[in-house]
């Protein structure tokens, strides 16, 4: 193996994903405080500690307390460097969360066991579906008194439609809870409380027949070999190919508040998960493999650092490798650029990195000629697939307090809607500005950035749309017809695609009903 191979060969690179309040957060603490990232945990939602998170770069961030959009940290475990993408998890859900998970290799689904599975979960999962990306589980909240195990993974395989492979199984719950028992190891990992913030030192037994188990156990101990007999019989057993291929997760269960389980589940993460996998272009598959470097770009993140307001592309290396001052082709707009300073992300922080290679994410200062979607390669005219634009779920209109200004308004819109902050439908019937959504909080980055950024002041009015489909079709008189049928619901996106605006889910499914040979597109490729 070349030193590209094998730097290649131990990235691990993944993301969280979860409803919010499962644990997310802590999480992310507890496995950069594994990764000694973090000196001692409960510093990234900084702010009860009055310390802010290593990861709030925006004043937006700092004002609400939580993070406005995702970062990256690496951090080594094992033999392995892991990159984990943040992903927003509260009510700043956006568009941003569902491309993030275009950039990762595999996925971690933290579940709080007292809850189940939870609407947030369901709507990610289908994301992660659209490239069969593999996923880890974490019930999470096991000092709690939580739902019986075996019913929290039949509801994860009846409503995800994954089989689930118990890794680790509890010992009790809530104030009983004693720990977990490794049905691989055959070992009993103990649980001790009060250790939250610090790497505990791992208090085992080895054997389920050990009467070491009785001893710490007591009567229950025999209980709890029958309860794993019968786990045994009733769940599916790991199987890797199954794990690739996004059907089966291995499941383990913890507590990240106690700060136990999450190390046994990165060390499943750093053993199984894929390292930096293929990805399509219109023209062939790119191995990471490669010498040659390649990547794409999943999310542009503004006003990090408001002095300087640059703004920040997060790009996905591929294959090869970035060095710091190296020439790359930024494919669309087919002109040479040169990477001087590139960011990586130790951690949350960041640094200029000399290196970095496939599976990595590297941060370029972007002036404005970086979209969504952009592949950049050294020299070969690639153009990277599955980057979508997610139909939106919120809409309003959007309006100018000075009508004079409605050119920047319409400049500033599209500019935002290109970089990927915020979707724009134009109605073919009249001059209303349509913003469109997946999480509410765009709606305030977008009103504030084109305050910034264009000097228009912008206000939202409540608009009775429900949703949005991309409409195409082959039959082109058919679809003449509907254009025509259709035309008070029709409206041009920001890059002037044809969208279906459908005031009710009721109107989009009689319209899907009344027009079969149009298809109704809920993503749409940049
Ligand atoms: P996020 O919204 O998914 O990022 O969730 P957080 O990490 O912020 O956790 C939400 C709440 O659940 C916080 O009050 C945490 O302290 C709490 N929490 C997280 N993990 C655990 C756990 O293992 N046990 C208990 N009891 N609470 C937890």
Redesign the pocket.
């Known amino acids: 193996m070349s030193k590209h191979q094998s730097e290649v060969a131990k990235r691990r690179t993944f993301a969280i994903i979860?409803?919010?309040?499962?644990?997310?957060?802590?999480?992310t603490e507890k496995v950069l405080l594994f990764g000694n990232a973090l000196q001692q945990a409960g510093t990234v939602?900084g702010k009860k500690s009055g310390q802010h998170a290593k990861s709030d770069w925006m004043q937006m961030e700092k004002d609400r307390g939580i993070s406005v959009t995702t970062s990256v940290m690496q951090f080594p475990y094992n033999e392995c460097l892991v990159n984990l993408l943040d992903t927003p998890?509260?009510e700043d859900f956006s568009e941003d969360t569902y491309r993030t998970l275009t950039a990762v290799d595999s996925c971690l689904m933290?579940i709080d066991a007292a809850k189940g599975v939870e609407e947030r979960t369901i709507k990610l999962m289908e994301v992660t579906r659209l490239r069969d990306t593999p996923i880890i589980t974490f019930m999470?909240?096991?000092?709690?008194d939580t739902r019986d195990p075996i019913e929290l993974m039949d509801e994860v395989e009846d409503v995800l439609k994954i089989a689930c492979a118990p890794i680790t199984w509890p010992i009790g719950m809530g104030k009983e809870f004693k720990g977990v028992y490794n049905l691989y190891d055959d070992e009993v990992i103990l649980y001790s409380t009060g250790q939250g913030h610090t790497i505990q030192e791992r208090r085992t037994i080895q054997g389920l027949d050990s009467p070491e188990l009785d001893k710490e156990l007591g009567a229950y101990a025999d209980d709890f070999r029958d309860e794993i007999e019968l786990v045994r019989g009733a769940s599916h057993e790991f199987d890797l190919e199954m794990f690739l291929a996004g059907e089966l997760t291995p499941v383990y269960f913890?507590?990240?508040?106690?700060n136990f389980g999450v190390d046994h589940m990165l060390d499943g993460l750093t053993a199984w998960a894929p390292a930096p996998q293929a990805r399509e272009t219109h023209d062939r598959k790119v191995e990471p493999m490669e010498e040659k470097f390649s990547g794409f770009v999943f999310k542009i993140q503004a006003n990090m650092d408001p002095q300087h307001r640059d703004r920040i592309a997060f790009l996905r290396i591929v294959s090869g490798k970035y060095q710091k001052g190296m020439k790359s082709k930024h494919v669309r707009i087919g002109k040479e650029v040169r990477f001087s300073d590139a960011l990586t992300f130790m951690a949350g922080d960041r640094e200029a990195v000399e290196e970095a290679s496939a599976g990595d994410i590297i941060g370029l200062h972007n002036h404005g000629s970086i979209q969504i979607g952009d592949t950049f390669t050294q020299g070969e005219d690639l153009k990277f697939t599955g980057i979508p634009h997610f139909a939106p779920e919120l809409f309003k209109r959007i309006r100018l307090k000075d009508p004079l200004k409605q050119k920047q308004l319409l400049k500033g819109i599209i500019q935002l809607s290109e970089e990927g902050a915020v979707q724009v439908f134009r109605p073919l019937k009249n001059n209303d500005l349509i913003v469109g959504a997946v999480g509410p909080l765009q709606f305030d980055v977008v009103a504030q950035r084109l305050k910034d950024e264009y000097k228009v002041e912008a206000i939202y009015e409540p608009i009775s749309v429900a949703t949005a489909r991309w409409v195409d079709s082959d039959d082109k008189q058919k679809m003449a017809e509907f254009e025509k049928k259709a035309y008070d619901n029709l409206a041009l996106d920001g890059g002037d695609n044809l969208t279906y605006i459908a005031p009710t889910m009721v109107n989009l499914s009689l319209a899907q009903e009344r027009y079969p040979d149009v298809n109704f597109r809920s993503t749409r490729e940049h």
């Open positions: 979860s409803h919010p309040d499962a644990g997310k957060t802590t999480i939602k998890g509260h933290v999470n909240k096991l000092d709690r913890g507590t990240a508040l106690g």
